[in-house]
């Protein structure tokens, strides 16, 4: 069972030949590479993913909590053991799996789950993919910091009746810019173009959360190439930029602002949150995968705070520390030619042997 993350849909995220044959491959994804392997991929739109670009009333989304959403997983999951038992396939117990926004939903399952009577749980195992759930070392004091003052002001735009954020609608006039007037100087960064400007939303992710400190310093969506006199973006190592702005138009336009405050709670501690009561009780096995330019290695963190004596760390790593900035992005993992590689084969290697 796989939830996708922010601004993305399960085809997109799991399924991009899916939800844009015009830029990939039919077969290209982590879903069919699994299913190649015999592994039956299911997975969730969230509700938010059907609110259309022209909505002006969020009311509804004042209660689009984590646990609103796990209990949307918990209603698919129900369906999708159904039609495996139905079909012949057993009612056995699913691998959950979720990137960004969607492994903390995952997580949150498995949390909520361990106070289910043995035979009513779902959860086999636990793939989180390039996530922070929750920090306690002093190691990672910084990011919990950052992550309080992140709860702090998008808490404030809550509770004065902001519901909504947007990074698929806010982001769409720069994107479009840099498409359709990618050699003019944009207006947003003297002496880059509209192109350069548009693909920093890609190679340079972590400027766009500004005056807000971003999960990590150097967090990304994928590694960039730039050009060594100006600092301006030039493309994607990984991915082609031009493909990633097209897909990038089709985001979903808006999502609920609450799993924003209710992440960084989990992550700063600085309220109390029911998504990590019981952590400890999490005794299934887990994968944790990272990508060194997204949310990096801190994510794997949380592994130290579950029950199960069986969890594995897979950090996709292809430049020397302190090169973090143009490493290996969060949305490398999913998209990038390589992927399949060094991340899909890996996590279906995992589940062969579980």
Known sequence: MFVHGS???????????????????DDFGLAPHLASQGIDVWGID???????????????????????????????????????????????????????LGADIALAYA?????????HRDVRGLIPIDIIYKLTSPQTQGLRDDAAARYAANRALYDAGTYEFGPGAQLAPLIGAGLSA??????LAPG?????????????????????????????FSAGVFDPSTGAPVGCQHV??????????????????????????????????????????????????????????????TLSLLGSTDTTAHIVQLQPPGAEVVDYG????????????????PIADWIATR
Do not use: K
């Open 7 to 25: 601004a993305s849909t399960f085809r997109s995220a799991a399924a991009p030949g899916l939800f844009a044959p015009d830029l990939f491959e």
């Open 46 to 100: 969230l509700r938010w993913t059907f609110v259309p670009v022209e909505e002006t009333d969020f009311s509804d989304m004042q209660g689009w909590t984590l646990g609103s959403h796990v209990e949307d997983l918990r209603r698919a999951t129900a369906i999708a053991r159904s039609v495996r038992a139905a079909s012949g396939s057993g009612r056995g117990r699913l691998f959950f799996s979720g990137h960004s």
């Open 111 to 119: 949390n909520a789950e361990t106070q289910r009577p043995p035979g």
């Open 182 to 187: 990618p050699s003019d100087p944009s207006p």
């Open 192 to 220: 880059w173009t509209n192109l350069q400007a548009a693909t920093a939303v890609f190679t340079n992710t972590y400027l766009f959360y500004a005056p807000l400190p971003a999960y990590t310093p150097h967090y990304h």
């Open 240 to 301: 082609d930029a031009i493909d990633m702005l097209q897909v990038a138009q089709r985001f979903p336009p808006y999502q609920a602002l609450i799993e924003a405050v209710e992440i960084d709670a989990l992550i700063s501690g600085a309220v109390d949150v029911p998504y990590d009561d019981h952590l400890h009780e999490v005794t299934v096995p887990v994968l944790h995968v990272g990508a060194a330019g997204g949310f990096g290695a801190a994510g794997a963190e």
């Open 330 to 345: 969060h949305v490398d993992l999913l998209w990038a030619a390589d992927s399949e590689a060094l991340v899909w084969q």
